[in-house]
């Protein structure tokens, strides 16, 4: 969508983003057939169903914002704020919606597949705590002994996406509990400088940080969902 309004040809999933989106999309079929066969009385997989149609929503509009951040990056040329036309100002604010709402959605994906990962494999998170987090129900599979080799491909791929995420989370964290993270930025630097010119923060650097923390959630997807296919399939060919 974001790339027609932009003028940009649509997308065409490539790489991790579409392995992500396939496993998905496979875990979706397997739902389907599963409430045909029984349909489903206590609507568990419609559930489930619902819920990964939104993940793979989700997913679509985190790359989208991405790119849209991308994209409005190289309409800005100057160094401060103070330094831009009135046109190059509006250019910056655009980037940094598009890269303040892919943050925002990192997180947000993660959440959701938390609750997905906990509902199929009945982790029982909401005893430990009752709103929580994907890395809440992550150290909840270090207590599963039945999913092992799921438990240890997401702690590697967060184990391997640690510095961006962690700088990714506290632009976070600060955008929705304390402050936004461009104002943290500019009381930093009115501190250091007498004449009040607020550089930039290095926009191509939080870009890249954006692009692992999206690399980083399309790896957990893939890895979780293909487990999840992985686990049906072999349910289905024990079933007498």
């Not at 979706?28 to 409430?35: K, S």
């Not at 906990?118 to 039945?146: A, C, M, P, W």
Request: charged share 30%; net charge neutral.
């Amino acid at each position: 969508m974001l790339r027609t309004l932009l003028g940009e040809k649509p997308r065409k999933n490539e790489g991790i983003l579409k392995d992500a989106m396939e496993a998905m999309a496979d875990t979706l079929e397997l739902f389907q057939r599963q409430m045909h066969v029984d349909h489903d009385p206590t609507h568990d997989f419609r559930k489930l169903y619902i819920w990964t149609q939104g993940l793979i929503s989700s997913l679509d509009e985190l790359e989208q914002s991405c790119f849209a951040a991308s994209h409005f990056r190289q309409k800005v040329k100057a160094g401060s704020t103070d330094e831009m036309t009135i046109p190059e100002k509006a250019e910056y604010a655009r980037y940094v919606y598009f890269y303040k709402d892919g943050f925002i959605r990192c997180f947000a994906i993660l959440d959701k597949l938390g609750t997905v990962l906990n509902e199929i494999f009945e982790l029982n998170t909401t005893n430990v705590k009752t709103h929580y987090s994907y890395f809440t129900v992550l150290r909840q599979f270090g207590y599963d002994k039945l999913h092992y080799v799921l438990a240890n491909e997401l702690i590697r791929i967060k184990d391997s996406y640690r510095e961006p995420m962690s700088k990714l989370r506290k632009r976070r964290n600060m955008e929705i509990h304390y402050m936004n993270s461009e104002m943290q930025d500019d009381l930093w630097q009115l501190h250091q400088t007498l004449q009040g010119k607020v550089k930039l923060e290095d926009l191509d650097q939080h870009l890249l940080e954006l692009r692992q923390g999206v690399d980083m959630v399309c790896e957990t997807l893939k890895a979780a969902y293909s487990y999840i296919n992985e686990k049906w399939h072999k349910q289905v060919m024990n079933q007498p």
